[in-house]
């Protein structure tokens, strides 16, 4: 019997994968790695040391930057988890009906469109609010970073859905559960690795978005990103890799919880 096609048994496909990794991971080893450098360089290594990492701890800047940062993500990944659950029951749990597929399309469209032309939009709309109302506090960020945090969050909520087994609800139903109790009781415990896994790739997508946080932001509301950025822009010096260090180490962490939660079978 003829063996079907496979990518991997083509001449020269490990070389090529490793290769790719190689690249894709080499600037990332080298800036974890400049983060430990004693010296004040970030291309001349001069002894390690954990000063970078105590220099950012104890910058009051970065402090207040972070706490920002934490706030809007916590929220944001907190209101879009919500919308993105009522939004998955009502794609998921119902009979196919014509426009299904056009507001599954929707939701995620924001994927799709180029994150400048959010940010440019997101711009012109909360400028005209500003003029009218006055008000420029942090309300801008939250309701920009809920919105495009909506579809990161829907994803794993939905295809966590549509791979429950539907026997369990079913079953409430003819036992007589109201659909409230049946939610609660069934399918809503059925859902939480969904959940749970769609508030953290949401929390990390708005914990490290720049673009439109830099465009949406008014003065005295630098998040960690946008500190990060700003410092780019005047002085470089290893604390900024310790900083991106530990973005990095938080960003593996809540990847890796994800993969494991979105693993387990129902």
Known sequence: MAKGFSVRSQPGFVFIALLCF???YLPIATLVFYAFNAGV???VWEGFSLRWFQSAMHNTQVQEATLRSVFIAVTSAFLSTIAATMAALATTRTANYPGLTFKYAFINQPLMVPEIVTAVALLIVFSRIKIWTGYSGIGYLLAAHTA?????AYLPIRARLENMDLTLERAAADLYATP????KRVTLPLMWP???AGFMLAFVTSLDDVVITEFVKSGGQETLPTYM???LRRVVTPEIN???TVFLAISILF?????FLNRKKV
Not at 148 to 152: A, N
């Open 229 to 231: 950025l700003g410092q």
């Open 148 to 152: 495009f945090c909506i579809p990161f």
């Open 242 to 244: 310790a900083i991106s």
């Open 255 to 259: 990847v890796t919880i994800f993969f």
């Open 41 to 43: 360089s970030v291309a």
């Open 180 to 183: 409230w109790n049946a939610f």
């Open 194 to 196: 969904g959940i749970i």
């Open 22 to 24: 190689f690249l894709l």
